[in-house]
């Protein structure tokens, strides 16, 4: 059983590797180390709550959702450090959905559900690697046909 929870630990922290590399490349305030961690303590911990208490199921009235649940709720607190306030502008709310959705898929691996997990993964990669390229484009052309000056930041 040690050796299911230190697998599932590893692959969440490939993952969270993957969706961290891309904010590391973006150069956000959370990128690799942060995803990472975050990614895999969520694996860790849902793969205790659900692996490490097994032999008390029927026992006692334990509830492993009850530790995914504080699991997301804590991962609001990490987010919320990630959103800077600069003057009317608001950076970093896409950097702490990329946390939340990385502990999303840690809890999935936590929960054995690799390939779910990996394919969210990818998924969340693509939405941060290309849907920044296409909404700049999107916007851009809307500004040129409302003749406005194209605007040199982006908000995140």
Same mark, same amino acid.
């Given at each position: 059983?040690?050796?299911?929870?230190?697998?599932?630990? *590893? =692959?969440? #922290? @490939?993952?969270?590797?993957?969706? +961290?590399?891309?904010?590391?490349?973006?150069?956000?305030? !959370?990128? $690799?180390?942060?995803?990472?961690?975050?990614?895999?303590?969520?694996?860790?911990?849902?793969?205790?709550?659900?692996?490490?208490?097994?032999?008390?199921?029927?026992?006692?009235?334990?509830?492993?959702?009850?530790?995914?649940?504080?699991?997301?709720?804590?991962?609001? *607190? =990490?987010? #919320? @450090?990630?959103?800077?306030?600069? +003057?009317?502008?608001?950076?970093?709310?896409?950097?702490? !959905?990329? $946390?939340?959705?990385?502990?999303?898929?840690?809890?999935?691996?936590?929960?054995?559900?690799?390939?779910?997990?990996?394919?969210?993964?990818?998924?969340?990669?693509?939405?941060?690697?290309?849907?920044?390229?296409?909404?700049?484009?999107?916007?851009?052309?809307?500004?040129?046909?409302?003749?406005?000056?194209?605007?040199?930041?982006?908000?995140?």
């Amino acid at each position: 059983m040690e050796y299911v929870i230190l697998l599932k630990t *590893f =692959i969440a #922290a @490939g993952l969270g590797a993957v969706i +961290g590399f891309e904010r590391e490349m973006s150069h956000k305030v !959370a990128g $690799l180390r942060t995803h990472t961690l975050v990614c895999m303590a969520s694996a860790l911990l849902t793969s205790l709550a659900i692996d490490g208490f097994i032999e008390y199921l029927g026992t006692t009235p334990y509830d492993p959702s009850r530790i995914v649940s504080n699991i997301i709720v804590g991962i609001g *607190f =990490i987010g #919320a @450090g990630a959103i800077l306030r600069q +003057g009317s502008r608001v950076q970093g709310t896409t950097t702490a !959905a990329s $946390l939340w959705a990385v502990a999303a898929v840690g809890i999935t691996v936590g929960l054995g559900f690799f390939r779910e997990a990996a394919v969210v993964a990818a998924v969340i990669f693509l939405i941060l690697r290309f849907l920044r390229a296409t909404e700049e484009k999107i916007i851009s052309k809307l500004r040129h046909m409302d003749g406005e000056e194209p605007d040199e930041s982006t908000e995140e």
